[in-house]
């Protein structure tokens, strides 16, 4: 017999009945019921009932020992009767009587239980994270995870793509997030800096010729930390070559589509080949988003014209000033409160707004201060117009046109959730395309990129040189799922004399390309072909199918939201000799930034 286990905890079944077994694992509960006791025992595989009467030699051992301890049992499989069959256990139809016991490890008094999914505090969570990832939610996440990267693996192999890994040690790019630098101790003063994606060497790998590239890519960025973003972080980064936005499209979305039907479990998926394309203007308009929420279905609408006239001075300012007067529907509200309708204006100033008008409308009276300014035939004409109801509320964001988009979005997100109305059950895909090549950068007072500087603008020179840079669109996609953004992505921009032109207008001289992008840039002046990728981010494809609201619960071993590993302690001071080593001195007190050198908008996917 195998010195521990014949059986994992998962596997036994009736068909075992009588046999002799062993098994091993961990004591997840104990139930004493006077003279009988019985043991749950959990491995990597499932549970399993153990029984120790007061004929049984490890009833004595098993009663001592703390939960969580590790034994190996030796036993007798036996049917349970009818009555104590547990249909919610693979091995309910089984427990075993145990006849020896060997007690491979005890555990110490918990920090935190096991069995059971109480909510503990964050610090407790990740400074014991081995026991939280014994937890059986924690633990089926990470499983989830495992099968997630080996279902994409498949995908992209049938595909044609092959793996190919990139370097983890780099040089420090001028664009996008802050990098983490590593000190050279063999280069004194000099630093290499971990990846934030893969993105100059899987492009340089097009134009070595492997024309279908991709790679489960860890990237890893310095920046700020929230629910669904880390440090360190996972993406399915792949690169084509010879390929249109259309072709990435039709490879993207099966592999996508096919992996989440597969751990759907019971949720319905967009289908391949029908994810929609929403332009960026449209969605910053209809959704005040570029990553909007499809599953739910209030749309916002620009009413402006109909307040360049109007009673309510307040609107009428701000659309002669430029801005714009956004409206979000509240569908079938004639039985809501007044205080629902401040709430949401509360809610709005609480976010830093300056606040979020309301019309109330009951049996086609309406109410509130917009509709008493604004009279009762200029309300008729704006809900004739956008097709509302006798009973149907509407919430007004006005501003500056990026300031009403952002408050509308938001709202739109708010009022759904108040009203119960986002569609449960479903992950809803669509790419978001034509993105602005360039912005006007309020505070540096000049034209910049929006989005990926490596990106082809659509209609290439041509429009570089004849058209104004806010009206030049890009090759640039993203794709989105339930208001994820996924990945974003682009076909990239191949051509040197394009890219130094695309660069120029954004105020870099061809120095300075030369300088901080060589070996992109030279690597194209020797024959590069038309190419474009994306990057879906793997923990954020994991997070949706497990159902969670943050990354943290499927990565195996998470930092805390101030980028702390609690259960190594990292970050940490090193020792005088290691920073002599590396020719480093460390400050006493950390310097606030003389300059802000890098930009934080993402230069990969």
Same mark, same amino acid.
């Given at each position: 017999m195998h010195p521990y286990r014949t059986h994992t905890c998962g596997a036994l079944s009736a068909a075992n009945v009588g046999e002799t077994v062993r098994l091993s694992g961990w004591v997840?509960?104990?139930?004493?019921?006077?003279?009988?006791?019985?043991?749950?025992?959990?491995?990597?595989?499932?549970?399993?009932?153990?029984?120790?009467?007061?004929?049984?030699?490890?009833?004595?051992?098993?009663?001592?020992?703390?939960?969580?301890?590790?034994?190996?049992?030796?036993?007798?499989?036996?049917?349970?009767?009818?009555?104590?069959?547990?249909?919610?256990?693979?091995?309910?139809?089984?427990?075993?009587?145990?006849?020896?016991?060997?007690?491979?490890?005890?555990?110490?008094?918990?920090?935190?239980?096991?069995?059971?999914?109480?909510?503990?505090?964050?610090?407790?969570?990740?400074?014991?994270?081995?026991?939280?990832?014994?937890?059986?939610r924690v633990h089926r996440n990470i499983v989830l995870r495992s099968q997630v990267i080996g279902s994409l693996r498949r995908r992209m192999t049938e595909q044609g793509f092959l793996e190919y890994q990139t370097p983890i040690l780099t040089a420090s790019s001028p664009e996008g997030a802050r990098d983490f630098l590593v000190p050279s101790r063999m280069h004194p003063g000099k630093f290499y800096a971990l990846p934030q994606a893969p993105q100059m060497f899987k492009q340089m790998l097009m134009v070595?010729?492997?024309?279908?590239?991709?790679?489960?890519?860890?990237?890893?960025?310095?920046?700020?930390?929230?629910?669904?973003?880390?440090?360190?972080?996972?993406?399915?980064?792949?690169?084509?070559?010879?390929?249109?936005?259309?072709?990435?499209f039709q490879m993207l979305e099966p592999v996508l589509a096919g992996v989440f039907?597969?751990?759907?479990?019971?949720?319905?998926?967009?289908?391949?080949?029908?994810?929609?394309?929403?332009?960026?203007?449209?969605?910053?308009l209809k959704y005040g988003s570029d990553k909007p929420d499809l599953r739910n279905p209030l749309i916002i609408s620009d009413v402006s014209e109909h307040f360049?006239?109007?009673?309510?001075?307040?609107?009428?300012?701000?659309?002669?000033?430029?801005?714009?007067?956004?409206?979000?529907?509240?569908?079938?509200?004639?039985?809501?409160?007044?205080?629902?309708? =401040?709430?949401?204006?509360?809610? $709005?100033?609480?976010?830093?707004?300056?606040?979020? !008008? /309301?019309?109330?409308?009951? *049996?086609g009276e309406f109410g509130g201060p917009v509709a008493k300014n604004h009279g009762t035939e200029g309300m008729e004409k704006l809900y004739a117009q956008l097709g509302l109801g006798p009973d149907d509320g509407l919430f007004f964001a006005a501003g500056k046109e990026k300031d009403a988009a952002k408050l509308a979005g938001a709202a739109r997100t708010r009022v759904a959730e108040e009203l119960g109305l986002v569609e449960q059950g479903c992950f809803k895909f669509c790419w978001i395309v034509d993105f602005p090549m360039f912005e006007y950068d309020e505070e540096l007072k000049k034209v910049d990129f929006s989005h990926n500087p490596f990106s082809m603008p659509q209609g290439?020179?041509?429009?570089?040189?004849?058209? =104004?840079?806010?009206?030049?669109? $890009?090759?640039?996609?993203?794709?989105?799922?339930? !208001? /994820?953004?996924?990945?974003? *992505?682009?076909?990239?921009?191949?051509?040197?004399?394009?890219?130094?032109?695309?660069?120029?207008?954004?105020?870099?001289?061809?120095?300075?390309?030369?300088?901080?992008?060589?070996?992109?840039?030279?690597?194209?002046?020797?024959?590069?072909?038309?190419?474009?990728?994306?990057?879906?981010g793997i923990d954020r494809i994991v997070m949706l199918l497990a159902g969670e609201s943050a990354i943290r619960e499927v990565i195996a071993f998470p930092m805390n939201q101030r980028g702390e590993d609690l259960m190594m302690q990292a970050p940490t001071v090193v020792a005088p000799q290691q920073l002599r080593e590396l020719h480093i001195r460390t400050m006493d007190k950390p310097q606030a930034d003389l300059a802000k050198l890098v930009r934080t908008d993402n230069i990969g996917d």
């Open positions: 997840h509960r104990k139930r004493d019921h006077g003279g009988v006791l019985f043991v749950d025992l959990r491995d990597h595989y499932g549970m399993t009932q153990i029984v120790a009467d007061e004929d049984s030699p490890a009833l004595e051992v098993l009663d001592r020992l703390r939960v969580e301890s590790v034994v190996t049992i030796d036993g007798v499989v036996k049917a349970r009767t009818p009555s104590t069959v547990n249909a919610n256990l693979a091995t309910g139809e089984i427990e075993v009587f145990a006849r020896a016991i060997m007690v491979q490890s005890r555990a110490e008094e918990l920090p935190m239980p096991v069995a059971g999914e109480q909510e503990y505090p964050e610090e407790i969570r990740l400074k014991h994270r081995f026991l939280d990832l014994r937890r059986e070595s010729g492997f024309d279908r590239y991709f790679q489960i890519a860890p990237c890893f960025r310095d920046e700020d930390l929230r629910a669904d973003r880390s440090l360190e972080f996972y993406q399915l980064d792949f690169e084509m070559s010879y390929v249109t936005q259309e072709d990435i039907e597969e751990f759907a479990d019971g949720f319905t998926v967009t289908p391949a080949g029908s994810f929609p394309r929403i332009p960026y203007a449209e969605a910053m360049v006239q109007s009673g309510f001075g307040l609107f009428e300012k701000i659309v002669g000033t430029g801005g714009k007067v956004r409206v979000i529907p509240a569908p079938n509200t004639a039985n809501k409160s007044r205080k629902f309708f =401040d709430d949401m204006n509360n809610w $709005a100033r609480g976010e830093g707004f300056a606040g979020l !008008g /309301y019309v109330t409308r009951k *049996g290439e020179m041509e429009a570089l040189e004849t058209k =104004d840079p806010l009206d030049i669109l $890009a090759w640039q996609y993203d794709i989105v799922c339930n !208001g /994820y953004e996924l990945s974003s *992505g682009a076909i990239r921009n191949h051509k040197p004399e394009i890219m130094y032109k695309a660069f120029e207008i954004a105020g870099y001289s061809r120095h300075e390309v030369d300088e901080n992008f060589s070996g992109m840039i030279n690597a194209f002046k020797y024959g590069a072909p038309p190419h474009g990728g994306s990057a879906p």
